[in-house]
């Protein structure tokens, strides 16, 4: 992972319009939903970020042809010749994972490292390997591999325990070449499954409810390549929308379903931003101190975790305390310290976090430990006095593209240098 840190001097209030890529968590599962096809499927405003790259790493080790050209990702997949994934690879990304379902389904066996923990919890598999078995499919575990295979694949009725995105979208790439029906009930309802379950019937399958807690799929023998635009991503306009905010700017933030943005508008709406909708942007204003708001991270529709820490630095700086509850991640809070540096006053008991707003945050030298809790210290720096460094802006490459030129675009004074750079040793902060 790269290095490179960002220089921020904050305080620029943000101004002009900046167009949100393609969704990364819709782009993952649309690649892995490829290796159902026999054959050649293009996909459209696939995102340039380090968590695809791996992806198709995983997919070329797989035996697929990829290929990228200006607007689109071709993926040849006519050429799998493979149902085994190292470690080396399944950890760069947990989300390789999503290979499961359509693997097995494709060739009868598969054969991946465990993903291991990340830095925001635990991360099990459970729902997704309890889904499988109950498509017919017998599991495995064995020095850290997961193993699996079935002589039928068969449709089944599944029931989460938790709405899983990653188990949902898993089980519906298997279950789409199962015999029979399958039914998956507290079947997680973010649009990244209906944008999947639109790639999956454009390939020939026959799958009803996606963003309902209803899945019904009815197995078919066999799936055609296909050509597909992914959705924008909404965490990325989301990030966009606080930015504007923070920075008592006004950013139009085009390529948007304002749709899948609603808890995140309502809650940007409570602590007084102005926002008007269009058909797909969104223009985000705001004049004077941001409200305290309290919130709840919950699955779709609720508040997405995604946010959580972006939310946090904003709600940081507001005239009056907030109380944020994390209940999807364990430990998904590793920003606090680091807000803490700039200045933030936030305490932590358990799953709540209780933020008082100060007057202003201060640049510091501070860290992403992972993608959001990064994005969060972005975005604090854009709004803090003074210059920050951001170290380890690896993280954040993870899930946002081209963030230096978008952000000069709308006026922030940021750039990005080496590790060791002599322009380090003329900051002062
Ligand atoms: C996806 C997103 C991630 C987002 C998360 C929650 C992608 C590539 N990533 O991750 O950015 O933060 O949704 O919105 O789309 N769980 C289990 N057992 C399982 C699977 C999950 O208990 O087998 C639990 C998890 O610990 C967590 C909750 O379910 O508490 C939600 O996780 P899940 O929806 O599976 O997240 P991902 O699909 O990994």
Redesign the pocket.
């Known amino acids: 992972m790269t290095m490179d840190r960002y220089v921020i001097t904050g305080k620029q209030s943000l101004e002009g319009s900046v167009r949100v890529s393609g969704a990364?968590?819709s782009s993952?599962?649309l690649l892995a939903a490829t290796l159902l096809a026999d054959g050649t499927s293009v996909l459209m405003d696939i995102p340039d970020l380090l968590d695809i790259t791996h992806m198709v790493e995983v997919l070329a080790t797989l035996g697929c042809r990829v290929q990228r050209d200006e607007e689109a990702l071709v993926v040849d997949a006519s050429t799998l010749n493979g149902a085994e994934v190292d470690e080396t690879l399944m950890r760069k990304m947990?989300?390789s994972n999503l290979i499961l379902g359509p693997i097995l389904a494709r060739t009868g066996r598969v054969r991946i490292a465990r993903p291991g923990g990340c830095a925001i919890?635990?991360?099990?598999?459970?729902?997704?390997?309890k889904g499988l078995m109950e498509l017919g499919v017998k599991v495995k575990e064995r020095h850290g591999y997961i193993e699996a295979w079935y002589d039928r694949l068969q449709g089944g009725d599944i029931y989460f325990?938790?709405?899983?995105?990653?188990?949902t979208e898993n089980i519906m790439m298997a279950a789409v070449l199962a015999d029979g029906y399958t039914v998956i009930h507290n079947a997680?309802r973010?649009p990244?499954i209906v944008d999947l379950q639109n790639l999956l019937n454009k390939m020939g399958a026959k799958i009803r409810g996606g963003g309902t807690d209803v899945i019904r799929i009815e197995g078919v023998r066999k799936l055609t390549a296909a050509e597909h635009r992914v959705i924008p991503d909404r965490i990325e306009a989301g990030t966009h929308m606080v930015a504007a905010v923070m920075t008592e700017g006004d950013v139009r933030v085009d390529n948007v379903i304002p749709e899948h943005l609603e808890g995140v508008i309502a809650k940007l709406r409570q602590a007084g931003a102005e926002i008007t909708l269009e058909d797909d942007a969104v223009r985000v204003r705001q004049r004077g101190r941001i409200k305290p708001v309290d919130l709840k991270t919950m699955?779709?529709p609720g508040f997405?975790?995604?946010m959580q820490p972006q939310f946090m630095a904003m709600l940081a700086m507001a005239g009056g305390t907030s109380v944020i509850t994390e209940t999807?991640?364990e430990n998904r809070y590793q920003h606090v310290d680091e807000l803490r540096r700039m200045g933030a006053n936030i305490t932590v008991d358990g799953r709540t976090a209780v933020v008082r707003g100060v007057e202003t945050l201060e640049g510091a030298f501070v860290e992403a430990t992972d993608l959001r809790a990064g994005a969060a210290l972005f975005l604090a720096a854009l709004a803090a006095e003074e210059a920050t460094v951001l170290e380890q802006v690896g993280h954040i490459d993870r899930g946002y593209e081209n963030l230096e030129e978008k952000y000069r675009g709308l006026g922030a004074r940021l750039r990005r240098v080496l590790p060791n750079s002599s322009e380090l040793a003329r900051i002062d902060t």
């Open positions: 990364k968590n993952l599962p947990r989300a919890g635990s991360r099990p598999m459970d729902q997704h390997i325990d938790v709405p899983s995105v990653g188990a997680a973010e990244e699955a779709y997405p975790t995604d999807i991640f």
